[in-house]
């Protein structure tokens, strides 16, 4: 038996801030909720499961957000299982409610992510010292700038080309009413100016500490026919994971990333990427990785993904718009960030993005990561069924 | 065979934790000296309240006063109290029906013994001196024997001076033992020298050793010693000041790939200024008396290596 197209339906998401101080935990997640049964004008009965991911317990201090969240999430009486996979969390929570309906285990699957980092500190979770080894001493940054410099050593490429990224998605934010950061006077040379903090990654090109959640609605044929807005259809979708660190992994261009993306394109029947691609929303949280992502997901030849960004081909107006909601860069709830790309995806293809819609965007991938480069999740959605 | 090490590994947040607007109503309530509940769209009382409805999900926000007296529901002794839990004599947990109430609040019960407590027993809130807007300010039950307290009755939830949010400390205590891969590279270490161990499927040299190789999902045995010369392949000038880490800023933060080992470990570089530090430069460990790990790596005065022979090391 084929298997059950997936649908989304619903979509919504918090305004992002830096804190929510106005609400619970349990009032963050539901006012995403609300707003994606709003968007799909279903109600708390018409769901049939809840699939919930959040970042690493030790973030924010919730170690079973399935027990404490299920009353806000409607989900008494109901399945709810929780997903955990480090900052990839919200793409993989995607995927696994995806699975339920295209199994028809459940008929329509209510998926969340959220993340309150102003209730914690993301450092702290990331940096717990261990007896016996050998403290790191570097900060966030400090684990992503060494692998930027790599690129730029491999590639050649310019040392301008992260600003470029960061001084694109956070004038994308700015068409963007959800997300966090709104520089309205942000240029170009501010970007350049901006303190280094680790060198080869200046301030400006690393992202913000936010507070959000992200829903989305999920079902099946039947669903996608009462839907009252155009349904986005998920073409396909994958996830990868390999070890944080091993001899042999290319910390630039890690194999389980290119392995994920071959495995969606391959469901999606998509065989160039770079051509029938509308819209990529990447999971960018120091702005370098647009180029090295581009590289990894297949839309440029090795050395070839700053090439792309340079020459504007991942501007709004772009050949290949990437991040035209601003992306990780400009709104980062950690646990909800690989959801929103999934999410942005989504609307791209519905034709709901707003200010910050691609033009005809049919086709869209959506890619989150986490844990040092570890965990890979993605999907492509299209505005059409799939045919297969 | 090196002893097994052990440590402690306390992990220690003070989570913060905006309450909303029940939460907040509830702990404010309880500075005052009030309890409050919720009512349900099927018209129960919730003791403590909650945001939204378990039965239907919807958002309730009728709240009411119920009485600081109730009935225990159930309950178990504690004879050996830990600290920082609610009393230090023994005590009994109880669940308690307040009055007015429709389900049970968790709290302590100070009583002599487990002979003077029962299900159906009569209690009554003993309120703390010091109030702040907690759980706490409720310090325990005590046996109570007057009249019960009448019918719920709506309450707006209004206090001044609202507690909005509270910090929500947790504590996990571990014991920490490194286990047999690890202890023997540690034991190498104190005499300065870096030991790793071969995997013997793809020949590939792990430092720190684990104990088994992740590729190919085997057991490591054989030793191998490594270094202690390396080569940056690697890194970033760090320019602010991570909390807790007492080095002068700016520093280099590198990769470090020791000769023989199959992979890159990280540390610092020192004696040389830090915008000249490069991809390849030629590094050895400079140790520190009373530190297990080199303290940083210092330029060993050979050529630079050739960005080929560490370039799959990245």
């Given amino acids: ?388 | 065979m090196p002893p097994v090490l052990r440590a402690p590994l306390v992990v220690e947040f003070p989570f913060t934790r905006s309450l909303g607007p029940v939460q907040s109503a509830f702990l404010t309530g309880l500075r005052e000296r009030t309890v409050l509940g919720v009512r349900t769209v099927d018209g129960r009382v919730l003791v403590p309240p909650v945001e939204y409805d378990p039965v239907t999900a919807d958002e309730i926000r009728d709240l009411v006063e119920v009485g600081a007296t109730g009935t225990v529901t159930t309950w178990a002794w504690n004879e050996h109290p830990r600290p920082r839990q609610p009393l230090a004599t023994p005590f009994a947990w109880v669940l308690v029906r307040l009055d007015g109430a429709d389900t049970s609040l968790l709290h302590v019960l100070d009583a002599p013994g487990p002979d003077a407590v029962r299900t159906g027993m009569r209690v009554r809130v003993r309120w703390a001196r010091e109030r702040t807007g907690a759980i706490t300010d409720i310090a325990c039950f005590e046996p109570y024997a007057g009249e019960p307290a009448g019918p719920p009755h709506p309450h707006s939830g209004s206090f001044p001076e609202p507690v909005t949010g509270i910090v929500a400390p947790a504590r996990l205590d571990y014991t920490c033992t490194p286990g047999r891969a690890q202890s023997r590279h540690l034991a190498a270490l104190d005499g300065r020298r870096t030991v790793g161990e071969r995997c013997p499927s793809c020949r590939k040299v792990y430092v720190p050793p684990r104990g088994a190789c992740p590729t190919c999902g085997v057991a490591t045995d054989e030793q191998v010693e490594v270094g202690p010369r390396g080569t940056v392949t690697t890194f970033c000038i760090v320019n602010i000041k991570a909390k807790g880490l007492d080095i002068e800023v700016p520093y280099v933060y590198a990769h470090i790939a020791l000769d023989g080992a199959g992979l890159a470990l990280h540390g610092r570089i020192g004696g040389i200024p830090y915008d000249e530090v490069r991809m390849g430069l030629r590094v050895e460990p400079v140790w520190r008396e009373g530190s297990r790990h080199p303290d940083h790596y210092r330029p060993s005065g050979e050529p630079d290596a050739d960005y080929d022979t560490y370039k799959e090391l990245l």
Avoid at chain 1, 57 to 71: I, K, Q, R, S, T
Avoid at chain 1, 324 to 347: D, K, Q
Avoid at chain 1, 353 to 366: I, P, S, T
Wanted: aromatic letters at 8%; charged letters at 20%.
């Fill in chain 1, 1 to 388: 038996m084929p298997a059950e197209p997936v649908a989304v339906v619903g979509i919504g998401q918090t305004k992002h801030v830096a804190a929510r101080r106005d609400v619970s935990i349990a009032g963050l997640v539901r006012e995403a909720a609300r707003r994606a049964l709003d968007d799909a004008e279903l109600s708390w009965a018409d769901i049939d499961a809840v699939v919930i991911g959040k970042a690493p317990d030790f973030f924010e201090g919730v170690m079973m957000p399935e027990l404490y969240l299920a009353d806000a999430l409607g989900a008494v009486g109901k399945p709810m299982l929780r997903v955990h996979t480090a900052g990839s969390v919200g793409g993989s929570t995607a995927l696994v409610a995806a699975n339920l309906v295209a199994a028809r285990v459940h008929a329509t699957v209510l998926t969340l992510a959220f993340e309150k980092q102003s209730e914690s500190n993301a450092m702290w979770g990331l940096s717990l010292p261990v007896p016996f080894q050998q403290p790191l001493l570097a900060g966030a940054g400090g684990f992503f700038a060494p692998h930027v410099r790599a690129y730029m050593r491999r590639t050649g490429a310019p040392a301008t080309v992260g600003s470029l990224v960061a001084y694109k998605d956070r004038r994308n934010a700015l068409k963007n009413p959800y997300a966090h950061l709104h520089e309205h006077d942000i240029t170009l040379a501010k970007v350049q100016a901006s303190p280094m903090l680790w060198d080869p990654i200046r301030y400006s090109e690393t992202c913000p500490s936010s507070d959000g959640a992200c829903a989305m609605v999920l079902t099946g044929r039947a669903g996608a026919a009462r839907s009252p807005r155009p349904p986005a259809w998920v073409h396909g979708g994958a996830m990868r994971s390999e070890p944080t660190m091993f001899a042999g992994k290319d910390f630039v261009s890690p194999q389980a990333g290119k392995d994920c993306a071959a495995d969606v394109y391959r469901q999606a029947g998509v065989s160039d990427p770079r051509r029938e691609i509308d819209a990529v929303e990447m999971y960018v949280p120091f702005s370098w990785y647009e180029p090295m992502w581009l590289e990894n997901l297949g839309f440029a030849a090795d050395g070839e993904g700053w090439k792309l960004t340079e020459s504007g081909v991942t501007e709004l107006d772009g050949d290949l718009p990437v991040n035209p909601s601003g992306g990780v860069l400009s709104t980062n709830p950690i646990g909800a960030s690989g959801m929103i790309r999934f999410a942005e995806a989504a609307l791209q293809v519905r034709g709901q993005a707003g200010e910050h819609q691609v033009d005809g965007a049919r086709k869209a991938l959506g890619h989150a990561y986490g844990g040092g480069a570890q965990f890979f999740a993605m999907w492509l959605v299209g505005a059409e069924p799939p045919t297969t």
